[in-house]
């Protein structure tokens, strides 16, 4: 006797679309036929290398500080969320990009749009409310001072 596992076929399935996922760009399938990958589909390599799932993302220890950099190309500064509590960090963003090209017998009208979010935990607890952010050519650098340890306080006690 085996017992059911209602997610079974779900597991199986999630495989199987990966699995396809991976076989179509990356042109490799069984039985000898070849897939077009993205560039030999002549899929726009803008869009091949556009907007991302989540943005890569380093953070530094610095003395007195974190600092979170993220790289968020393409995105306008006004499409950036970002809200800090002592603990975490939450990043968030969304791209609206169009383009409209016009010729003779031609018209092309596309349009990319993409959002995600981001959370991360802090190692340290830091001042949000001193916290600074930069955008600059698509990087994002999030600047938390942390929250100075509190020395123990010592007190000598008169024996009464």
């Known amino acids: 006797m085996v017992l059911w596992d209602p997610f079974r076929d779900l597991y199986c399935m999630e495989r199987d679309i ?24 002549q899929v726009p390599l803008e869009r091949e290398k556009g907007f991302t799932a989540v943005a890569t993302a380093d953070l530094i220890d610095r003395k007195d500080a974190l600092v979170i950099r993220a790289e968020i190309p393409g995105v306008a500064k006004d499409n950036i969320k970002v809200s800090v509590m002592e603990d975490r960090v939450d990043v968030s963003a969304r791209l609206e990009r169009k383009k409209e090209e016009k010729e003779e017998n031609y018209y092309c ?11 991360f935990s ?39």
């Open 122 to 160: 802090l190692p340290e607890r830091v001042k949000s409310e001193r916290a600074k952010a930069k955008y600059k050519d698509g990087v994002l650098e999030i600047t938390l001072p942390k929250i100075e340890e509190e020395k123990e306080k010592k007190k000598e006690l008169k024996i009464e």
């Open 109 to 119: 009208y596309e349009r990319t749009y993409g959002a995600w979010q981001r959370s």
């Open 18 to 41: 990966g699995k396809m996922f991976d076989e179509f760009w990356t042109g490799k399938v069984r039985g000898g036929r070849e897939l077009p990958a993205p560039e030999r589909a």
